[in-house]
């Protein structure tokens, strides 16, 4: 398996940066991944007992490992969102430990499991980015953006787009974790869903498997699966 990222998506506000790490930290080393030093937002590498220490007064951080990678943030929507990239293979069992592990660290939206790399390129709007990296936007359709008053890329209708709006989120990945407040919030009925995709039980939450691997441009997410996950659109994070 190739490098993979795991979001977790909280209500905002309903996390603290030293507790999620000092989890998350406590899960690497359970997992073997735990390194003996990482960087924080790219200073020099500290021991990882110091790492706890360097984020007390930041709410947002990028904590940088060789085989891991934390981010930390508000999410386009106003969620607090714990996102970690693994470098290296990580197997179904390990994201489900890695996910249930952290799920009450805050009041959990949902979590997901993508490529980061196919996410990204799925969101971006502003041409020059895709200049900078030799990326036509030929076949793409432009609108105008009055703000910036510039010509952006809409991708509002990509397979992988994230739909974030004033404390709302919503994105999807090949395997989603899902508490049990999900389905109130967002009208999904877990009948339907689980009738058309593979579902467990893993602790509180339903794991859903989308597909077997990540979502690329050879194997996108479907309308159907959002339309399943999201009936009402967008879901509140606030």
Not at 41 to 50: L, N, T, V
Not at 124 to 145: A, G, I, Q
Not at 150 to 157: C, L
């Amino acid at each position: 398996m190739t490098a993979i990222n795991i979001d977790l998506v909280f209500v905002d506000g309903s996390t603290d940066e030293i507790e999620i790490w000092c989890r998350a930290l406590a899960v690497l080393r359970r997992l073997g991944v735990a390194e003996p030093h990482y960087s924080v937002d790219g200073r020099r590498p500290i021991s990882a007992d110091r790492v706890a220490k360097a984020l007390a007064s930041k709410d947002i951080y990028r904590v940088f490992g060789e085989r891991v990678r934390v981010h930390h943030a508000p999410a386009p929507g106003g969620a607090d969102c714990f996102t970690t990239e693994f470098l290296q293979s990580l197997r179904a069992e390990e994201m489900d430990v890695w996910v249930g592990e952290l799920e009450t660290a805050g009041r959990l939206v949902y979590a997901r499991a993508y490529d980061g790399e196919y996410d990204y390129w799925q969101n971006v709007t502003f041409t020059d980015t895709f200049e900078r990296n030799n990326r036509s936007t030929d076949s793409m359709k432009l609108v105008w953006d009055d703000d910036f008053q510039v010509r952006r890329v809409d991708v509002s209708a990509n397979p992988g787009r994230r739909a974030p709006g004033l404390g709302l989120m919503e994105a999807i990945g090949h395997i989603m974790w899902l508490p049990a407040e999900f389905w109130d919030a967002t009208g999904a009925s877990r009948t339907d869903l689980c009738a058309k995709f593979t579902c467990e039980q893993v602790g509180a939450l339903t794991k859903v498997t989308l597909s077997d691997r990540p979502f690329d441009d050879e194997n996108p997410a479907t309308e159907a699966a959002r339309a399943l996950l999201f009936p009402r659109g967008p879901i509140a994070t606030r």
